[in-house]
Structure formats: structure tokens, C-alpha cells
């Protein structure tokens, strides 16, 4: 059974940092492609960034610069460097993983960006 479990979110002020944490668990994480989605209030899940098991990544435009995703196979962890935030990145993250053509999503960690 694939667990992800997701950590790091919290209150932050614009223009301020956090590092979102997904520890996985039940699949052999090296080999496949993790991501991060967030969804806020009102709105649909957006796809934020995607990391594959090669360490190539791709981020949504709305990030790009500004966000890092980076992945230790040792410890089954994938990570979400956020920096300069901004009120829009309010939302919860979630952690998503594919396997056997299933789809694994995390409880989801809440992120707010306010002064």
C-alpha cells in the first residue's frame, strides 16, 4: 500500500521560504515520477511541479524561479523549496504518485502566504 505523507506548510509572510517535505512509502520510489499539486480555495488542483525517477523536472509557469523540487531516494523523499511566496501560493499541497496505474495522493499540507 503507497502512503505519502506530506509535511512543512505553515504561515509565512510574502517574500518568505518554506520547504515542503513528502515522505513515501510502499513502492519503489526510485523509480517513479513524483509531484506536488496544490489546490486553493474555490479553485481546481493545479499541477505545481513534477520530478521524474532520471531527477528531471518541470514547473508550472506560476513557479518557475521560485520554486525547487528535488528528490533523496535514500530516504524516499521528495521536497518542495519554495521561495519569494506570494499571497496566490496560499493553498494546501499535495503530494501525488502514480503507480501500476493507480494514483497515490497525500493528506495534503496547508501553506499560507500572509502579512
Known amino acids: 500500500q503507497v502512503q505519502l505523507v506530506e509535511s512543512g506548510g505553515g504561515l509565512v509572510q510574502p517574500g518568505g521560504s518554506l520547504r515542503l517535505s513528502c515522505a513515501a512509502s510502499g513502492s519503489i520510489f526510485s523509480l517513479y515520477t513524483m509531484a506536488w499539486y496544490r489546490q486553493a480555495p474555490g479553485k481546481q488542483r493545479e499541477l505545481v511541479a513534477t520530478?521524474?525517477?532520471?531527477?528531471?523536472?518541470n514547473y508550472a509557469d506560476s513557479v518557475k524561479g521560485r520554486f525547487t523540487i528535488s528528490r533523496d531516494n535514500a530516504k524516499k523523499t521528495v521536497y518542495l523549496q519554495m521561495n519569494s511566496l506570494k499571497p496566490e501560493d496560499t493553498a494546501v499541497y499535495h503530494c501525488?504518485?502514480?503507480?501500476?496505474?493507480?494514483?497515490?495522493w497525500g493528506q495534503g499540507t496547508q501553506v499560507t502566504v500572509s502579512s
Open positions: 520530478i521524474t525517477s532520471g531527477g528531471s523536472t
Open positions: 501525488y504518485e502514480r503507480v501500476g496505474g493507480r494514483d497515490y
